[in-house]
């Protein structure tokens, strides 16, 4: 079998079609999983205004913790990196964070002045 740079040169018919089949069922994952990542900001976008209303910190790292330590035991159980699925939720929590502070300013930047 040869193959071109672009991989697209002399490769079997039989070849071809599972590449494509298997690109096929990536990328279908991929969407469902922005699908689910957006899903998921939705909930931490209400759970950013309701620590917001209630002068919550945007963080909460016995929480996070908690949600490393079970994702890197999912991870385990789905034969994937445990140390890969832990980088990928520093990362979602480090955004929703993010959004928490922000949100958090923004209530600040809404409250009403008192004094007279």
């Given at each position: 079998?040869?193959?071109?740079?672009?991989?697209?040169?002399?490769?079997?018919?039989?070849?071809?079609?599972?590449?494509?089949?298997?690109?096929?069922?990536?990328?279908?994952?991929?969407?469902?999983?922005?699908?689910?990542?957006?899903?998921?900001?939705?909930?931490?976008?209400q759970?950013?205004?309701?620590?917001?209303?209630?002068?919550?910190?945007?963080?909460?790292p016995?929480?996070?913790?908690?949600?490393?330590?079970?994702?890197?035991?999912?991870?385990?159980?789905?034969?994937?990196?445990?140390?890969?699925?832990?980088?990928?939720?520093?990362?979602?929590?480090?955004?929703?964070?993010?959004?928490?502070?922000?949100?958090?300013?923004?209530?600040?930047?809404?409250?009403?002045?008192?004094?007279?």
């Open positions: 079998m040869t193959t071109s740079t672009n991989g697209t040169g002399d490769v079997d018919p039989a070849v071809r079609e599972e590449l494509a089949r298997l690109r096929d069922s990536i990328d279908n994952i991929d969407a469902a999983v922005v699908h689910m990542l957006a899903e998921r900001f939705k909930c931490t976008q759970v950013g205004h309701l620590k917001a209303r209630h002068q919550l910190p945007p963080a909460d016995a929480r996070e913790a908690r949600q490393i330590a079970r994702l890197r035991s999912l991870a385990e159980s789905a034969k994937l990196d445990p140390a890969f699925a832990e980088k990928f939720l520093n990362f979602i929590i480090a955004e929703v964070i993010r959004h928490h502070e922000r949100i958090a300013d923004d209530a600040v930047g809404d409250a009403p002045v008192s004094g007279g």
